[in-house]
C-alpha cells in the first residue's frame, strides 16, 4: 500500500497509508488539511448561492527559524493546552502502521490499537 507522510514546519506530524490517513486522520493538521480539500458536490452548489465555504486552518504557519518550543501547530491548533505549547509530543504508533506525533490524538481520535 502507498503511504503519505504530513508535514507541519519541518516535522513528521503524522504517516499512514494513503486509505488510513483518508479514512481516519489522527492529527488535527491532517484533519484541517483534508477539511480544506474542495469537493464536487460543495462546488456545484456555488452557482446557486447554496454552497459551504471550504475550511481554514486559522493562523499563519510560524517561522521556521522561530519555532515555539512545543509542537509548532499548537497555536493553530483548537485542542492545544500548555503542555502542547512547551513539549514536543513523541512520534508515535497509534495504530498498526499509522503513526503520529499529538499529545491527544488518542483522546480525540479513538484509541490506540499498534
Given amino acids: 500500500a502507498q503511504r503519505v507522510i504530513v508535514m507541519y514546519a519541518g516535522k513528521k506530524v503524522e504517516e499512514a497509508t494513503v486509505d488510513a490517513l483518508f479514512a481516519q486522520p489522527l492529527h488535527p493538521y491532517t484533519h484541517?488539511?483534508?477539511?480544506?480539500?474542495?469537493?464536487?458536490?460543495?462546488?456545484?452548489?456555488?452557482?446557486?448561492?447554496?454552497?459551504?465555504?471550504?475550511?481554514?486552518?486559522?493562523?499563519?504557519?510560524?517561522?521556521?527559524?522561530d519555532l515555539p518550543a512545543g509542537c509548532a501547530f499548537a497555536p493553530r491548533c483548537a485542542f492545544a493546552d500548555d503542555r502542547c505549547r512547551t513539549q514536543y509530543p513523541p512520534y508515535e504508533q497509534l495504530r498498526p502502521g499509522h503513526w503520529t506525533a499529538c499529545w491527544h490524538s488518542e483522546s480525540l481520535y479513538g484509541g490506540r490499537d499498534a
Fill in 32 to 65: 484541517g488539511l483534508l477539511a480544506s480539500i474542495p469537493r464536487l458536490d460543495i462546488m456545484a452548489g456555488r452557482n446557486s448561492g447554496s454552497a459551504d465555504r471550504l475550511k481554514e486552518i486559522p493562523g499563519m504557519v510560524p517561522a521556521l527559524n
